[in-house]
Structure formats: C-alpha cells, structure tokens
C-alpha cells in the first residue's frame, strides 16, 4: 500500500492565490521530509527539507518566502506556494526518509497557475 | 559536488530483448544508491537501494549492480508493462538524493 499521500492531487488557480499542497506519511513516523518540483520531462529538483518542529532548510536558489513549509508533526509536512505566477505550474513531489535511509515519494501534485 | 549521469536518456526495446541502463555517479561519501521507477504524471517508486560495490538486488525482472563508480539496472526479457522512466540517485554525506536525469524505456508488445 501507499507509504505517502499527496493532497491535492491536481490544482488549478488564478495567478495571484496561494495554493497549499499536504504530504503525510502514512506508515511511520518521518522526522524529516522533502519536497521536490519537477519540469516536464525532467528530473527531480530538490527544494527544500523539512524537519519536524523547526525552520525547513532551502536548496540555492529556492525563495523561501514564496514556497513556505511547515512540517507541524511527525505526519504531515505542508508546502505552501505563496502569490503563485504561471512560472510556478509545476509537478510538485514530496517524499518521507525511512530510517534506512530509503526514501518513498508521493505520488505528486501538479499545479497549474492561469 | 554529488553527480549523476544515466544512459541512454531513451531505450526501445521489443518485447522479451534484455538490456540494461547505466547510471554513473560521483559522490562523496555514498551512503546509498537508489533506483526508482517513474510513471508519467505520477511520482517515483522504490525499486533497489544499493549500499556497497559488489552489491547485487533483483526485483521479478530487474536486477541492480553496484561498482564504485557505477551501477546498472538489468531488465530481463521486458514486458510493455515495464515501460516507464527509470530514475537513479545517490545520497552522500547528507540525507538529500541528487538524482539523474533518467532513461525513458519504451518496450514494444
């Protein structure tokens, strides 16, 4: 079964709107999270890392007030896409860190801005 | 800094033809070696996690290798159900994958 969830799974909004995304993991307990963005035809790009109970740390070049992360427990991480512009349209993926180190993605939410 | 390299970027097979997929990779310190397998508009799933050269995993078809440069990822007599992007990445001294940019396997029935 799923290790990870998505939510939503597809979003389409006005440019200008905040859109919020949801990554839970749904079979342990994950400390640490990551969430990823992907172009079409592309690999995955890592944005940022989030860490239970503290600020999440952001890849170069990543804006940190536009892409916002909360990571409020050991379930659920929450990237918020702040004001998002037609260039913020992407495939947005998260995944969960297992203590093994192996790491199980979701199964992504594409957004689309008008 | 941590790289990766995959080939070829795309591979048509016929039905039952094996092959394999290359991932080479520089990194400093590896803690791990993953294969994931991507299907389009969804998100990547596990397939092998490799460790150390030597290191031999195989999955009903698919079978991952590891040197300490590269790794392999060996599809056996493919099925057009195995058609997908096949995605390798490393993690080194951190917890984060840098992953390559993939190779698209196309297999015809």
């Known amino acids: 079964g799923a290790v990870v969830s998505q939510h939503p799974s597809r979003v389409i909004c006005k440019s200008g709107t905040s859109v919020k995304i949801e990554c839970r993991s749904l079979d342990f307990q994950a400390t640490t999270m990551f969430w990823y963005r992907q172009f079409p035809k592309k690999s995955l790009m890592l944005m940022a890392t989030?860490?239970?109970?503290?600020?999440?740390?952001?890849e170069q070049g990543v804006e940190k007030d536009k892409f916002l992360i909360n990571h409020a427990s050991l379930t659920l991480s929450t990237l918020t896409v702040t004001s998002a512009h037609p260039e913020d349209s992407s495939f947005y993926i998260c995944?969960?860190?297992?203590?093994?180190?192996?790491?199980?993605f979701g199964p992504g939410t594409r957004l689309t801005v008008l | 800094e941590d790289q990766v390299t995959q080939s070829p970027e795309a591979l048509r097979l016929q039905e039952g033809e094996s092959s394999s997929l290359n991932c080479s990779y520089t990194?400093?310190?590896?803690?791990?070696l993953f294969w994931y397998r991507q299907d389009p508009g969804k998100g990547p799933e596990f397939l092998f996690t490799?460790?150390?050269a030597g290191e031999e995993k195989e999955k009903e078809r698919l079978k991952a290798t590891l040197t300490k440069k590269e790794s392999f990822l060996h599809i056996t007599a493919p099925k057009p159900e195995d058609s997908a992007t096949y995605l390798c990445?490393?993690?080194?001294?951190?917890?984060?994958?840098?992953f390559g940019k993939g190779t698209k396997l196309t297999v015809n029935p």
């Open positions: 995944s969960v860190s297992r203590v093994d180190n192996e790491q199980f």
């Open positions: 990194v400093s310190g590896l803690r791990g």
């Open positions: 490799l460790y150390s």
């Open positions: 990445a490393v993690q080194g001294g951190s917890e984060k994958l840098v």
């Open positions: 989030s860490n239970e109970g503290s600020k999440a740390t952001y």
